[in-house]
């Protein structure tokens, strides 16, 4: 389908709601089952939404904010605010209600959309930082405190009440007024460092990163399902899963919750789904401990058939040789191990889409050989996001794929990637310093350090600001040495810090699972994890994990010290942004005793530095 002929978004909808009108647009789940909208019922519920909101007064380039998870309320409210003028504004429902209330007040909101009573609650106690706020809207049923009243989304849609053929007509007219050069929404950078900046995306700057990401795929099948779990408020599952189903009359169905991701999928089935690399990180660890639990034999079949495996995609997919008889045993072991792995995900997946961070080669590779493609893609909210994806035909483990159509690329003296295309945002709203900041001679500057090889492949290297320079000089990028730690089976995350320092250090979360187990086969006593983690047997397999990878760096990038924190880094705790990146200088500043502790030593190789701060039950 052509996204490029239309002016917006809300005006493709209105044409799917004839041409796809009894097929399945949206799945939700509610009360342990799900259900579902066609394109015409969806339509509808949107055009009851924009029929309210014009009767409270919305005029065209109000901001409305939507405070809220994914779920079919926000979707309607998408629609249903660009179709009446307005500019949706999300906000990530892991924010606190001080970070709402600075997003309210910068762009201007008057009206805000939300989920549950926890996020009003939120709203609640900042209530009188947020005077600019004169109208509540609720996706459920509940009571509010008098002094900051809470009506619901079908309250305000009148759901009861038919759509007249005047007001739908009034309505549809707002539609056709909307140009592509209109601004579709704001979204505010999750922020990991300073105040989140309002990036200001045109109707054009979407649909097009749309129309040429679906593109890039090879476009979409007729029965094509997304199942949605990554937060609507992010461009990424916006732009990639959200408005690429939408737009193409496809099916999309919203996961009950992040936890719940595994078991929706065996539910839906879905064929593709937009993640980030810290699903296919804890996919990777879970499948090697199941197969840990494993008899001797199957254990040993598991691990031949991954070694086919790769082999096999690396011929058909890299080196394009012909597979010959490997084709033969990869069937057979795709028949004895892999479909069995892949129906625990439905069995369907066609194709997953990985963004927002880098994801180690060896996953990506494992992925693939599993018969599950994960089309590595680049981009920031403010390319729409998509400025680089891989596909069937053109993909590099490493790489981050090839530049989109009408994109142009060029990398910078200092080694920055440099943007142009329909794609590049117009701004940051309200902000003409950062905006100007942002470019340099009409190219948008990423903040990534990048290669480009000779057939156009792209390679992240790190972002700009986070490459470490040692006392000694040398530039290490913090998170290919990141990725390699994580592939241990011990160790759930890695963060490793050294910057204007004489070598490099690592904070470790640990696999729980996994120590726990070797905890009982070690005959290892301890009351809790957090006495777990300061035995010296634990101190002792760590030095050992870390001192096999730094067999294979030069020297200067080895891992000299290290400390074990007990608990994941997290969301709720400070440390990770909502799309799941590290937050570096929270977490610097939360272990900042640790950290500093690990340079005060006087001994050579490794040190287990066991501090109270990371054992104390937070």
Same mark, same amino acid.
């Given at each position: 389908?052509?996204?490029?002929?239309?002016?917006?978004?809300?005006?493709?909808?209105?044409?799917?709601?004839?041409?796809?009108?009894?097929?399945?647009?949206?799945?939700?789940?509610?009360?342990?089952?799900?259900?579902?909208?066609?394109?015409?019922?969806?339509?509808?519920?949107?055009?009851?939404?924009?029929?309210?909101?014009?009767?409270?007064?919305?005029?065209?380039?109000?901001?409305?904010?939507?405070?809220?998870?994914?779920?079919?309320?926000?979707?309607?409210?998408?629609?249903?605010?660009?179709?009446?003028?307005?500019?949706?504004?999300?906000?990530?429902?892991?924010?606190?209600?001080?970070?709402?209330?600075?997003?309210?007040?910068?762009?201007?909101?008057?009206?805000?959309?939300?989920?549950?009573?926890?996020?009003?609650?939120?709203?609640?106690?900042?209530?009188?930082?947020?005077?600019?706020?004169?109208?509540?809207?609720?996706?459920?049923?509940?009571?509010?405190?008098?002094?900051?009243?809470?009506?619901?989304?079908?309250?305000?849609?009148?759901?009861?009440?038919?759509?007249?053929?005047?007001?739908?007509?009034?309505?549809?007219?707002?539609?056709?007024?909307?140009?592509?050069?209109?601004?579709?929404?704001?979204?505010?950078?999750?922020?990991?460092?300073?105040?989140?900046?309002?990036?200001?995306?045109?109707?054009?700057?979407?649909?097009?990163?749309?129309?040429?990401?679906?593109?890039?795929? !090879?476009? =979409?099948?007729?029965?094509?399902? +997304?199942?949605?779990? #990554?937060?609507?408020?992010? $461009?990424?599952? *916006?732009? /990639? @899963?959200?408005?690429?189903?939408?737009?193409?009359?496809?099916?999309?169905?919203?996961?009950?919750?992040?936890?719940?991701?595994?078991?929706?999928?065996?539910?839906?089935?879905?064929?593709?789904?937009?993640?980030?690399?810290?699903?296919?990180?804890?996919?990777?660890?879970?499948?090697?401990?199941?197969?840990?639990?494993?008899?001797?034999?199957?254990?040993?079949?598991?691990?031949?058939?991954?070694?086919?495996?790769?082999?096999?995609?690396?011929?058909?997919?890299?080196?394009?040789?012909?597979? !010959?008889? =490997?084709?033969?045993?990869?069937? +057979?072991?795709?028949? #004895?191990?892999?479909?069995? $792995?892949?129906? *625990?995900? /439905? @069995?369907?997946?066609?194709?997953?889409?990985?963004?927002?961070?880098?994801?180690?080669?060896?996953?990506?590779?494992?992925?693939?050989?599993?018969?599950?493609?994960?089309?590595?893609?680049?981009?920031?909210?403010?390319?729409?996001?998509?400025?680089?994806?891989?596909?069937?035909?053109?993909?590099?483990?490493?790489?981050?794929?090839?530049?989109?159509?009408?994109?142009?690329?060029?990398?910078?003296?200092?080694?920055?990637?440099?943007?142009?295309?329909?794609?590049?945002?117009?701004?940051?709203?309200?902000?003409?310093?950062?905006?100007?900041?942002?470019?340099?001679?009409?190219?948008?500057?990423?903040?990534?350090?990048?290669?480009?090889?000779?057939?156009?492949?792209?390679?992240?290297?790190?972002?700009?600001?986070?490459?470490?320079?040692?006392?000694?000089?040398?530039?290490?990028?913090?998170?290919?040495?990141?990725?390699?730690?994580?592939?241990?089976?011990?160790?759930?995350?890695?963060?490793?810090?050294?910057?204007?320092?004489?070598?490099?250090?690592?904070?470790?979360?640990?696999?729980?699972?996994?120590?726990?187990?070797?905890?009982?086969?070690?005959?290892?006593?301890?009351?809790?994890?957090?006495?777990?983690?300061?035995?010296?047997?634990?101190?002792?397999?760590?030095?050992?994990?870390?001192?096999?990878?730094?067999?294979?760096?030069?020297?200067?990038?080895?891992?000299?010290?290290?400390?074990?924190?007990?608990?994941?880094?997290?969301?709720?705790?400070?440390?990770?942004?909502?799309?799941?990146?590290?937050?570096?200088?929270?977490?610097?500043?939360?272990?900042?005793?640790?950290?500093?502790?690990?340079?005060?030593?006087?001994?050579?190789?490794?040190?287990?530095?066991?501090?109270?701060?990371?054992?104390?039950?937070?």
């Amino acid at each position: 389908m052509d996204f490029l002929s239309y002016q917006s978004i809300p005006a493709i909808m209105k044409d799917n709601a004839v041409r796809y009108a009894d097929r399945t647009a949206i799945s939700y789940k509610k009360k342990g089952v799900f259900l579902s909208l066609t394109y015409k019922e969806f339509y509808e519920r949107v055009l009851m939404l924009a029929r309210g909101l014009c009767k409270v007064g919305i005029k065209p380039g109000d901001k409305v904010a939507i405070f809220s998870e994914n779920r079919l309320g926000w979707a309607i409210s998408d629609f249903g605010i660009q179709s009446a003028g307005g500019i949706p504004v999300p906000i990530y429902a892991t924010n606190t209600g001080a970070q709402a209330a600075y997003i309210l007040n910068h762009c201007g909101a008057k009206i805000i959309f939300l989920s549950t009573k926890g996020q009003y609650e939120k709203l609640l106690e900042v209530r009188d930082e947020i005077p600019g706020i004169e109208l509540v809207i609720s996706y459920e049923r509940f009571m509010g405190d008098r002094s900051f009243p809470v009506y619901t989304q079908y309250q305000l849609s009148e759901v009861s009440t038919p759509l007249s053929d005047e007001e739908q007509q009034q309505i549809e007219d707002k539609i056709a007024g909307i140009t592509r050069d209109d601004i579709l929404t704001i979204i505010y950078t999750s922020g990991t460092t300073g105040r989140p900046k309002g990036v200001v995306l045109t109707q054009y700057n979407v649909i097009s990163n749309t129309h040429y990401g679906v593109n890039r795929i !090879g476009g =979409l099948d007729k029965g094509e399902t +997304f199942l949605s779990f #990554l937060p609507l408020s992010h $461009i990424l599952e *916006r732009t /990639g @899963g959200y408005y690429a189903s939408l737009l193409s009359g496809k099916h999309i169905a919203f996961a009950e919750d992040v936890k719940t991701v595994i078991e929706n999928m065996s539910e839906i089935r879905p064929t593709f789904m937009i993640c980030v690399p810290r699903l296919f990180e804890k996919i990777y660890s879970r499948i090697y401990e199941s197969v840990h639990q494993m008899r001797p034999f199957r254990r040993s079949l598991f691990h031949q058939a991954v070694k086919i495996g790769r082999e096999y995609v690396n011929k058909k997919y890299i080196t394009r040789e012909p597979v !010959g008889f =490997l084709g033969v045993k990869y069937r +057979f072991y795709d028949s #004895l191990v892999f479909k069995k $792995i892949r129906n *625990r995900f /439905g @069995g369907r997946l066609r194709g997953m889409i990985c963004g927002g961070a880098p994801l180690d080669k060896t996953i990506n590779e494992f992925m693939w050989a599993i018969g599950i493609p994960v089309f590595n893609g680049y981009g920031l909210t403010e390319t729409s996001p998509v400025v680089t994806l891989s596909n069937l035909d053109n993909v590099r483990f490493d790489s981050v794929g090839k530049k989109i159509d009408e994109t142009e690329l060029k990398i910078a003296a200092d080694g920055e990637l440099l943007v142009k295309g329909p794609q590049v945002m117009r701004g940051y709203y309200l902000n003409e310093e950062k905006t100007a900041e942002a470019f340099e001679d009409g190219w948008f500057k990423t903040g990534d350090v990048a290669h480009i090889d000779e057939q156009g492949f792209v390679y992240i290297v790190d972002r700009k600001k986070e490459i470490i320079v040692t006392a000694g000089g040398k530039n290490i990028a913090p998170q290919p040495l990141e990725n390699e730690l994580k592939l241990d089976k011990y160790i759930s995350q890695a963060i490793v810090f050294g910057d204007r320092k004489p070598y490099l250090v690592a904070l470790l979360t640990p696999n729980l699972e996994r120590l726990i187990d070797f905890a009982r086969e070690e005959h290892i006593d301890y009351i809790d994890t957090y006495e777990l983690v300061k035995s010296k047997r634990i101190t002792d397999l760590y030095e050992q994990r870390i001192a096999e990878l730094n067999r294979n760096l030069p020297s200067y990038s080895t891992i000299k010290y290290f400390a074990l924190i007990p608990v994941d880094f997290s969301i709720s705790g400070g440390e990770l942004t909502p799309t799941l990146k590290f937050k570096r200088k929270e977490i610097y500043n939360k272990y900042k005793t640790i950290v500093d502790e690990l340079y005060m030593s006087k001994e050579n190789g490794l040190v287990f530095k066991n501090r109270a701060e990371n054992g104390e039950r937070q």
